[in-house]
C-alpha cells in the first residue's frame, strides 16, 4: 500500500512493456517497506520534453530512461554527471528540491559491478559501436583496463565513435580480430546479435584466450548463442543481467533514499517472470 506520501519514479521508453526495471525496483521498495511506487509509462518521442517536466511538476522523485530517449533526454536537464558528458547518454534523471533536474549515465557503473570480481584488467575487446559500446568504453577506462578494442561490422561507424572518445582505443576490422583474440582478457558482445537467440558475433572462439572473461550486455536469452560457444570454449562467461540489476542501484539510492544490494534472491526473483 502507498499512501499520499509516497516517493514516486518510474521508466519511460517507447516501447516500454518489456522493461524489467518496475520489477527490480518495486521488490527494493517492497522489502525495505518503503512507501512509494515505480512505474512503467510509454512515452514517445515528440512528447519526451513534456512528459518529463509533467513528472516533475507531479512530484515525482525522478525517472529512468531507455531506448529510444537516452541521447534527446540530455536537452531538458539542467546538470549532467562528468560521466553523463562524457558517454553523451543520459539513463537516469534527479528531480532536485531546487526544481533542476540532474541526468546521469549509470550503465557504466552497472557494466563494471557486473564484472569487476572477475575481469583483471587486462586486453578487453568489445563489438559493437553504439550507445552501450561508448558506455561500456568509459567503464573500462575509469576501471584501468590495459587495452580498449573496439570492432564493428561498420568500421567507419567504430572509428567515428573513437574519434568521439575520450579514452585511449584501437578500431580494427572484424575480419581482423583474430589476431587479438588470443590475448584478451575480457571480450563484450554489446550488437543485438543473440537477442531473443538470434544470431551470433561471427567469432573464432577456437583460438579466443581460454582464461578471457566473455560477456554480454543482452539478457533475453540468459545465455546466448555468444555465451553458449565461448562457454563450449571453456571461457567463464557473464550474462547481461546484472548490468541491468547493477545500474539501479545509484537511482534508487537517490529517489529513495535507501542504498541497496544486488543479490541472488534479486535475481532469481526477475528471472522468474
Known sequence: ???GKAKLAGVIGDPISHSKSPLIHNYWLNINQIDGAYIPLHVNSKDL???VKSLQN???KGINVTVPHKIEVIKVVDELSDLAKKIGAVNTLVFKEDGLIYGDNTDAYGFIENIKSDYNKGEALILGAGGASRAICHALADFGAKKIIISNRTINKAEELAKELNVDVEVVELDNIGN???NLSLLVNTTSLGLNGNGC?????????KEALVTDI??????TPFLEKAQGNGNKIIDGLGMLLYQ???GFEAWFGKKVKVDDE??????SK
Open 218 to 223: 543482452v539478457y533475453n536469452p540468459l545465455i
Open 58 to 60: 507531479v512530484g515525482f
Open 248 to 250: 539501479a542501484v545509484p
Open 1 to 3: 500500500m502507498i499512501s
Open 266 to 271: 534479486l535475481r532469481n526473483m526477475v528471472l
Open 49 to 51: 520534453i513534456s512528459s
Open 180 to 182: 587479438y583474440l588470443n
Open 201 to 209: 558475433p561471427d567469432i573464432d572462439f577456437n583460438i579466443l584466450n
